[in-house]
């Protein structure tokens, strides 16, 4: 199949997944009316939303914690506050334009550090891997202890799915701790030190959970799930938006809290909250990206003339 031919079967299954979303949002809104969501939106309270902005800053510096032992770990010793501003901008644009469109963004942004291709590929690829396994490690801890109620013929799903993650989780920490380089097919990958595996995975599952806690903190007290079953949804409902392509996974990650999170509130006010949350965690942040990337460009852009013109004469 051409690269022609696969965006485009891409662009139509991730417009499928989206049409499906928002006739399953439809359906959850019965005959809700749209002004109900638009008020759901204005009477989220400001401490609430205080906190969230909290989390989303503590979100964005456990972000930059962890690029930070890539890039160590790439062979370019970079420090944290340096990172802070080209990790802010580079994973806010990946959040909003998927892990591709911003992979690509962050590439170039590292390189401005001073690491070179194969460092920033590198760096770039054993993030991925940190925040995957920091993933399916927690998903894999709130699957075994806290389980979603599915159907009677398979509420053995959860736990087992839960245990085989974890599984996953150990393996890779093996992996790691034999300290041989990871053969497949033709290629091959060296693995992190145990020590640093373990302590990039930890604050990659705590920054998931500090990202499930901006949405958390926005939900109305009354009627809210536990933590740990609202963790259970919020990472499936994360994963499906994922998979299904669409910018930050608009309208699928909706559709799936709305469809599994129990909650006493209203479907128009979950909305909502659910629209507030998009507001703050995906459209603040990239208002405050988008010109702190255009400043950089145009300084290194800037910084580029003097350097011709010397070459010239």
């Avoid at 662009?11 to 969501?37: T, Y």
């Avoid at 806010?92 to 070179?116: H, P």
Wanted: glycine share 8%; aromatic share 12%.
């Amino acid at each position: 199949m051409r690269t022609r031919e696969r965006r485009l079967l891409s662009a139509f299954v991730s417009l499928l997944l989206f049409l499906i979303a928002v006739w399953a949002i439809r359906k959850a809104l019965g005959g809700h009316h749209l002004g109900e969501i638009f008020r759901s939106i204005l009477e989220v309270p400001a401490s609430q939303v205080g906190w969230a902005l909290l989390l989303i800053v503590v979100n964005f510096l456990l972000v930059a914690a962890m690029d930070t032992i890539a890039a160590r770990f790439a062979g370019k010793k970079v420090p944290y506050l340096h990172m802070i501003l080209p990790s802010f901008i580079g994973i806010t644009f990946q959040y909003n334009a998927g892990f591709f469109g911003g992979s690509a963004m962050r590439f170039r942004l590292f390189s401005s550090l001073g690491l070179d291709a194969k460092q920033t590929g590198k760096m770039l690829l054993l993030f991925s891997l940190a925040f995957s396994v920091g993933f399916f490690l927690l998903t894999g801890l709130t699957l075994v202890f806290d389980p979603l109620e599915i159907s009677e013929q398979a509420s053995w799903l959860p736990e087992v799915t839960g245990s085989l993650l974890l599984t996953g989780c150990l393996l890779y920490f093996w992996l790691c701790a034999r300290g041989k380089p990871l053969r497949l097919l033709r290629w091959h990958f060296t693995l992190p030190r145990l020590r640093a595996s373990l302590l990039q995975t930890l604050i990659a599952t705590v920054d998931w959970v500090v990202e499930a806690g901006i949405l958390f903190v926005l939900l109305p007290p009354e009627g809210r799930a536990s933590f740990l079953i609202f963790l259970s949804v919020f990472m499936l409902a994360h994963n499906l938006g994922v998979l299904s392509n669409t910018p930050g996974g608009l309208g699928v990650f909706e559709a799936t809290v709305l469809s599994l999170l129990p909650s006493a509130a209203s479907p128009s006010r979950m909305l909502g909250i659910l629209l507030a949350y998009r507001g703050i965690y995906y459209v603040l942040p990239l208002l405050i990206a988008t010109p702190l990337l255009g400043e950089r460009m145009l300084a290194a852009r800037i910084a580029r003339k003097p350097l011709r013109k010397e070459m010239m004469t």
